[in-house]
T-cell receptor, first 113, second 112 residues
C-alpha cells in the first residue's frame, strides 16, 4: 500500500494562529482526503483534495477555515486557520488506491491553547 | 441517510474468545464495506473489506459477515489476542473510491 508521511506529528498552537499540515505520499495517487478525528471519536471527512483544482469540502467545513493545496499527485497540505480550542483534534491525510483501498497517515495531533 | 451505526461502543473479551462488532447502514447505494483497526497514536489501517455480492469473507482470524437484506454487517475476531486490543471502525462507501462514512468505533480490550 502507499506510504504516507504526515508532518508535523503533533503541535501546540496559540488561538488565532494558523497551522499547515503536510502530507507526502511515496507514489502518485488520484484521490487524497483530509479527515478530522476528535479524541476517542470517529473520523469525519473534511474535504477531498483535488490535484490542480479547488478542494471539495464537506458540509460544515469551509475553504476559509481549512484551505487545502494539492500541487501534484503525491503532496497535499491542509491549513487550519484562525484556530480556536474547538479545533483541537487529530487531522489525518488519506489516499485511495484501487488495489489497497484507503491508506491513512499517522495523523497530526493538534492542541490549541 | 449516510450514517453507519456501530455497536458496541466498547468490548472486553478474554484471550482466546470471539470478539463481535456489529454495524448497520441506511444507504442502499453503499457497495464497499471496509473495517479499520486503529492503535493509539496511529492512523486507521485497513483490516478487511467486503462487497455486497458475498455474504462472508475470511482472512485469518478475521471474518466479515454481511446481510444485504438487513443492511447489516459484522466483524468477528476469532481466538482474540491481547495484541488485537485497539479501536475498530466499520465503514461504507459507494464504489470503493468515493468518500468513506465511518461508524462510531468500538474499543476492544482483550484481557489475558
Amino acid at each position: 500500500s502507499a506510504v504516507i508521511s504526515q508532518k508535523p506529528s503533533r503541535d501546540i498552537c496559540q488561538r488565532g494562529t494558523s497551522l499547515t499540515i503536510q502530507c507526502q505520499v511515496d507514489s502518485q495517487v488520484t484521490m487524497m482526503f483530509w479527515y478530522r478525528q476528535q479524541p476517542g471519536q470517529s473520523l469525519t471527512l473534511i474535504a477531498t483534495a483535488n490535484q490542480g483544482s479547488e478542494a471539495t469540502y464537506e458540509s460544515g467545513f469551509v475553504i476559509d477555515k481549512f484551505p487545502i493545496s494539492r500541487p501534484n499527485l503525491t503532496f497535499s497540505t491542509l491549513t487550519v486557520s484562525n484556530m480556536s480550542p474547538e479545533d483541537s483534534s487529530i487531522y489525518l491525510c488519506s489516499v485511495w488506491d484501487r488495489n489497497y483501498g484507503y491508506t491513512f497517515g499517522s495523523g497530526t495531533r493538534l492542541t490549541v491553547v | 441517510q449516510q450514517q453507519v451505526k456501530q455497536s458496541p461502543q466498547s468490548l472486553i473479551v478474554q484471550k482466546g474468545g470471539i470478539s463481535i462488532i456489529n454495524c448497520a447502514y441506511e444507504n442502499t447505494a453503499f457497495d464497499y464495506f471496509p473495517w479499520y483497526q486503529q492503535f493509539p497514536g496511529k492512523g486507521p489501517a485497513l483490516l478487511i473489506a467486503i462487497r455486497p455480492d458475498v455474504s462472508e469473507k475470511k482472512e485469518g482470524r478475521f471474518t466479515i459477515s454481511f446481510n444485504k437484506s438487513a443492511k447489516q454487517f459484522s466483524l468477528h475476531i476469532m481466538d482474540s489476542q491481547p495484541g488485537d486490543s485497539a479501536t475498530y471502525f466499520c465503514a461504507a462507501s459507494k464504489g470503493g473510491y468515493q468518500k468513506v462514512t465511518f461508524g462510531t468505533g468500538t474499543k476492544l480490550q482483550v484481557i489475558p
